[in-house]
């Protein structure tokens, strides 16, 4: 009997230690990065220094979304296709990526330094530290080729299945980085500028250790080829990291509001508007890495949740959840007694100012950091919807926090309350997502509890009937409510051949342990939010998964025996056999309602919109791994309409095709 997967079976404490530290590791050290150069400026230059940093950041953030896009994109592109068994195909989503990446980080470094004075009004800068920003800013925007491709790479690496690796090229980079800056910047007084370049030649030194390892990948092997751009390839490259890009441009627009609010109410005030854009900057790092170590939790747990979720263990679940949750709100508290009793030890490390600075920053860390608590909350509860397959749940909370709460908070009580108002924001936007989050884990983890953890295991016989001489693969797509599945059961009767649609279900629980209700509620309805869902660290999704299991084994069977199968992209997974009859069943909506309404219990009322939903999943899913229209009728061999025919004779007419096939082959 082969060993269940530790996932299941290992004890919750050992498994979070297991896979949540390396991801904390990798996830606080590129937070370093942004946070290295300010202490040392801060120390050697001033407070000037650092609010130039924090000016230029946004650009550095975009360069990032690219970046993560293509790499992102590729990664998940190779491992969907490595699953199918592709490699020359997940290769060239790998060359592709890379391509894309060098080609957008050269065409942005020098859109960013022609432009780059009117970039940095867009980001807040005032005339005070516009000097300082143009000094630092160009420096770093010469390094962006490296620093993109560099992260491209990265993404690649730990997908290829070497995560160690790839984190220690970025380790490696950071201490690089923490050793150049006093060199650079104190011993050669090169201020702001010295500090850029101590940041590139870290970047570069990741970068060069990245290239030599995809030299030699694991999985699969890079040509000349790989890297030729291939429109189609790059679109599904590019789809596939798109939540990683508009996770980064959040937090561009984030800044970019914040900085131009802080300006724009500072300068009436007694601290003017540079001591307010330099402090938030800094406090919202400092924040930074508390969320990356909560975050490393939180991903570092997600195959716990996900595969024990599949699996029924909703005993597990609860645990996992448990303790994540415990260890993300014991970090978090830790961070907010910090916060709240030293701020002034804490804004000291990134230097000394007057004391309108040290009262600024302390008001920041204490009001804006006031509910850092409930990130303890707010960011596990987002990885562990995602990680179950609530994608809307997941983007719901993913952009509650930033976009939907913070930016209008911060818009209405500046209005009110002036520069304070900007730091009552960011409680305000924490509070409201805590509350939320907990909602939803509530209702989830009760709904859990009242689950029945039995799941029936259905049985079913291969039998062929021995007359049928002749291989024959019928794959059958439908719309909801045209009667297709019920006319490829005839169809497999009327030829004496095996069906498959919930026995497809059966086959994938028993070869991965995972339930019959958990493949049923997350195959075929990749939905349009799913694509939000895919960021940095976060791997294949379940639809992702399933999609590689059920694959193998459609090819198997068909390999194997004649037979009937409904769906999952059959007639494209099977394209390349010479076997396969592709079908494909519609009707016109009025008769769908009649058949909702009959067969499936809908009310007539809400039958046309449920059915529209349910075709709209099928169609997004076909087109999310196939790259083609579900209803482009030039993809299928014969197109029916069930409501001219009926049932029973499109399945004559379907079996009259196959023998007429039979006859021309013959």
Request: charged residues 20%; hydrophobic residues 45%.
């Amino acid at each position: 009997m082969e060993k269940e997967n530790i996932l299941g079976t290992e004890k919750i404490g050992k498994l979070v230690r297991k896979f949540s530290i390396p991801c904390i590791i990798s996830l606080v050290v590129n937070s370093l990065y942004n946070i290295v150069d300010q202490i040392f400026i801060g120390q050697g230059v001033g407070y000037l220094g650092n609010g130039a940093t924090n000016v230029v950041f946004p650009i550095t953030i975009i360069g990032l979304a690219f970046a993560l896009m293509f790499g992102d994109g590729a990664s998940a592109y190779l491992s969907l296709k490595l699953g199918e068994k592709k490699k020359e195909e997940a290769a060239k989503g790998v060359g592709n990526g890379i391509a894309m990446s060098i080609i957008i980080s050269i065409l942005f470094c020098a859109i960013t330094l022609i432009f780059f004075p009117q970039l940095l009004n867009i980001f807040g800068c005032t005339d005070a530290l516009k000097e300082y920003a143009i000094g630092y800013g160009s420096i770093i925007a010469i390094g962006l080729p490296f620093s993109m491709i560099g992260t491209t790479l990265n993404s690649i690496i730990r997908a290829d299945g070497s995560p160690k690796f790839a984190m220690l090229s970025m380790v490696t980079g950071a201490i690089l980085n923490i050793i150049l800056d006093p060199i650079f910047i104190f011993i050669f007084n090169m201020g702001v500028e010295g500090a850029a370049i101590a940041t590139i030649f870290s970047q570069f030194f990741t970068f060069i250790l990245n290239v030599f390892y995809t030299r030699k990948l694991k999985t699969i092997k890079l040509t000349k080829e790989s890297l030729k751009l291939k429109a189609s390839v790059t679109r599904k490259v590019a789809a596939l990291g798109i939540s990683s890009f508009i996770t980064q441009m959040t937090f561009v627009i984030l800044i970019s509001v914040e900085n131009n609010l802080l300006g724009k109410y500072g300068v009436y005030s007694k601290y003017g508007s540079e001591i307010p854009i330099t402090v938030v900057g800094i406090v919202m790092k400092v924040n930074q890495i508390l969320s990356s170590i909560i975050l490393g939790i939180a991903v570092g747990a997600q195959p716990i949740f996900g595969y024990n979720y599949g699996a029924r263990k909703f005993g597990r679940v609860n645990k996992t959840l448990k303790v994540v949750l415990s260890l993300s709100v014991f970090i978090s508290t830790i961070a907010f007694i910090l916060f709240q009793t030293i701020p002034d030890k804490l804004i000291s490390i990134f230097g000394s100012g007057d004391s309108n600075y040290m009262e600024f920053a302390c008001l920041t860390f204490r009001i804006y950091l006031l509910l850092c608590i409930c990130n303890g909350v707010q960011i596990p509860a987002g990885i562990f919807f995602q990680s179950i397959g609530k994608s809307s749940r997941s983007a719901i909370l993913s952009l509650s926090r930033q976009i939907a709460l913070l930016i209008p908070a911060m818009f209405i009580l500046s209005s009110i309350f002036g520069l304070m108002g900007v730091l009552y924001a960011g409680p305000v936007a924490d509070g409201i997502a805590f509350i939320l989050a907990s909602i939803l884990l509530i209702f989830e983890v009760k709904s859990l509890k009242k689950t029945n953890y039995k799941s029936e295991a259905l049985l079913f016989s291969n039998d062929i009937n021995e007359e049928q001489k002749n291989h024959i693969v019928i794959t059958i797509s439908r719309e909801y409510g045209s009667g297709g599945r019920y006319i490829g059961k005839l169809v497999a009767e009327k030829l004496g051949i095996q069906f498959y649609d919930k026995e497809l279900i059966h086959k994938v629980a028993k070869e991965t342990g995972l339930s019959e209700e958990f493949i049923e509620s997350n195959e075929q309805k990749r939905a349009l939010v799913d694509n939000f869902n895919n960021g940095y660290y976060a791997g294949k999704s379940n639809a992702d998964e399933l999609y590689v299991q059920e694959s193998n084994i459609i090819k198997k069977i068909a390999k194997n025996e004649s037979c009937v199968i409904i769906g999952r992209c059959a007639d494209f997974i099977l394209k390349d056999r010479k076997e396969v009859i592709k079908v494909f069943i519609y009707n016109d909506m009025e008769s769908k309602i009649k058949r909702a309404t009959k067969y499936y219990q809908m009310s007539k009322e809400n039958a046309e919109k449920q059915i529209k939903q349910i075709n709209k999943l099928r169609a997004n899913h076909y087109k999310y791994y196939t790259e083609r229209n579900w209803n482009d009728h030039s993809n299928y061999d014969i197109c029916i309409n069930s409501d001219i025919l009926g049932v029973e004779k499109s399945a004559d007419v379907i079996c009259d095709f196959v023998k007429l096939k039979d006859l021309i082959t013959k």
